[in-house]
Every structure is written in C-alpha cells, then in structure tokens.
C-alpha cells in the first residue's frame, strides 16, 4: 500500500504557510480545514495553504509537495489515528469513532492518489469556484525513470553536530571587485 508523506525539498514551506509540515510526516490533501472558512475572505499565508498545502497529519502543518511512499497497514492506521485526535480536539469532530470513520476517508482519499510509482513528488492546486472546492493534482519525477545517487548529498545534522560555518557575504563581494576572494 502507498500514502503520501510530506516534503521539504528547500526552506520555503517556512515562510510560504503559517506553519509549515515537518518533512516525512503523513500526509493528506486537507481540504476540509477550509470548509467553514470564507474563502474569498482568505489572505497572505493562508491563501497560500488553500491554493497548494497538503496538511501534516501530525502537526497539521502545510507542504508544498508530498512524496508516494510504500507503507503497511501499521502506518495507514497510524495516519488515521492521528488525524482522527485531531479531528476531535481541533475540529470539533463529536467523538473518536465518527473522527475516525472521517480521518479514514481523508486518509483513502491520499492513497487514491498514489497509483504513481514510490518516490514520485505530487503538488495540488485547489480553488473555489461555483460554491465548490475544486483540486487538481500533478506528479513529478525524473525523466527517464530514478537519478542515480550522487557523491554528494545532504543530511540534516542536529544542532550540536552541526559545523559553526560563518559567511562574510561583505567580504566576499569585496574581494570579487579586486578579483581575489579570501
């Protein structure tokens, strides 16, 4: 079985929505959150949520871009459970068995979309028109099937592990005019 995780692929989710999604969590469309909202009334970052954020499931949080990846049915009901609490705590769902009947549908609805091979990155556009919200969902992947690794690549490093690199952008650019850079 495949679901969807979210993305980070750079910083912007960061500044792009109120909160952002952490990268790898389950992720689902998220349409839902917007049903009681006035959406022409919709500003700044969370216009930007509505048009192009697939919610965290954990940390109800937007991503720009999810990922298809394979699962077990432990981590479709993790999904599930997790967003069920959720869905009692923050919106207003009247008990955990309709919360999960509800987060169960949600969370069907993000494996429907995962008929691509693992891997591929999948964005969502959704607008309102007609009284209805409407998505539209593309899928990205290489060209010519799976890039090969690289020798180089980036890991997230904890804080304490993190090598204390300072850039002297002033330097730098003063050093560029007399063609020498230290």
């Known amino acids: 079985m ?15 929505f109120e909160k952002a999604a952490e990268p790898g969590e389950w992720a689902v469309p998220g349409s839902f ?14 216009r930007s949520a509505f048009r192009a954020g697939f919610l965290g499931v954990a940390s109800l949080g937007w991503s720009t871009l999810a990922q298809i990846v394979e699962t077990d049915e432990g981590g479709r009901d993790a999904a599930v459970e997790t967003l069920a609490r959720h869905l009692v705590q923050s919106f207003a769902a009247p008990d ?6 509800a987060a169960g549908e949600e969370v069907a609805y993000a494996a429907s979309l995962c008929e691509h ?31 090969p690794l690289r020798v180089f690549s980036f890991l997230e490093a904890d804080e304490e592990e993190a090598p204390d690199e300072r850039i002297d952008l002033a ?12």
Do not use: C, Y
């Open 2 to 16: 495949k679901l969807l995780r979210t993305i980070r692929l750079d910083p912007s989710d960061t500044f792009v």
């Open 171 to 182: 330097g730098l650019a003063q050093g560029a005019h007399k063609g020498t850079v230290e």
């Open 117 to 147: 091979p693992a891997d591929t990155l999948v964005a969502l556009h959704r607008v309102f028109e007609d009284g209805a919200i409407r998505e539209t969902f593309r899928t990205l992947r290489p060209r010519n099937g799976p890039k």
């Open 96 to 101: 955990m068995e309709t919360a999960r009947r």
């Open 33 to 46: 959150v917007f049903w009681q909202q006035d959406i022409s009334a919709l500003e700044g970052r969370a």
